[in-house]
């Protein structure tokens, strides 16, 4: 079992920035891709970007250029640097761990994004 827990989130005014923290109860960035999604009432959730084993990273196209993930295995930590920030860019962001064979994934509960003037 992996436990995820997301901190960071808040009211920002557009074009601020904000830092998501993922804390991973063991290390696991050896074997997990790491990833940040999220999720709009009424909406799918949706990819923000991943980072793999062998640390390569990709990102949505709404968020390139402005966010950037990243990790520090030291402190089983993956972080999600979100700058230029939009009102779209609103909702509940969700932190993933996925192992791909044999698959299994887990999800942080989530830390609530605002944009708004």
């Known amino acids: 079992q992996v436990q995820l827990v997301e901190s960071g989130g808040g009211l920002v005014q557009p074009g601020g920035s904000l830092r998501l923290s993922c804390a991973a109860s063991r290390s696991i960035f050896s074997i997990y891709f790491m990833g940040w999604y999220r999720q709009v009432l009424g909406k799918q959730r949706e990819l923000v970007a991943t980072i793999t084993t062998s640390g390569s990273t990709n990102y949505a196209d709404s968020v390139k250029g402005r966010f950037t993930i990243s990790r520090d295995a030291a402190k089983s930590t993956v972080y999600l640097q979100m700058n230029s920030l939009k009102p779209e860019d609103t909702a509940v962001y969700y932190c993933?761990?996925?192992?791909?064979?044999?698959?299994?994934?887990?999800w942080g509960q989530g830390t609530q994004v605002t944009v708004s003037s």
């Open positions: 993933n761990a996925l192992r791909v064979a044999p698959r299994v994934d887990y």
